[in-house]
């Protein structure tokens, strides 16, 4: 009798060891979500694969500006290049509302001019390609997959501050759409001017948005 008691008590102690832990894990998430938002980009100086050049691309250069950065698995690779011609398709847009594109993934800028001039949609790219091989830039956004060496697909919208306003980070099966990327920026830029007023579901330039008040409190 007592054996079966002391196995009894060890699954339980085991069984509250494991809750804790998933509790904890849980946790962490949740902290590490709510951290993301508005944390100021870390300094970095990385090498970027740019206009058939290798360029540096530092945090002084998406300082004043809005910066969308991309992340992306790896070069040569399957959902990545629709993923990357599908911002390349919209790069004019997203200049011409102030906003530059950088698109990362922890390959070296020598694999991205190799990959540019292999593939026929990545010859479509105009948006600097950043090189992060020292997973620097994708641990600060913490996206890097530590037993792969390689980043999630992750997006990321940064305001002329240096600081995250929006991001997301997407199932690396599954491919990202610009159109609505650009929709997000063009509301982020909307409230960071006008501050007392909020942007609905769906919303575009032009439409209409809503101003908190005591009256709007179950108007919608």
Known sequence: M???QEKYMFVVEELKKAISKQISDEMKSIKTDIEMLNKEVADFRNYAFHENDFKFVSKEDILGKWSVFFFYPADFTFVC???LEDVADKYEQFKAIGCEVYSVSTDTHFVHKAWHDASERIRKINY????DPTHSISK???VLIETDGLAERGTFIINPEGKIVGYEVTAGN???NA???LRKVQAC??????GDQVCPANWKPGAETL???LDLVGQL
């Open 2 to 4: 007592k054996e079966y």
């Open 81 to 83: 290049p629709t993923e």
């Open 128 to 131: 600097p390609m950043l090189a």
């Open 140 to 142: 600060d956004f913490e």
């Open 174 to 176: 599954v491919g990202r």
């Open 179 to 181: 159109e609505e990327l």
């Open 189 to 194: 830029q909307f409230v960071h001017a006008h």
């Open 211 to 213: 101003k908190p008040s």
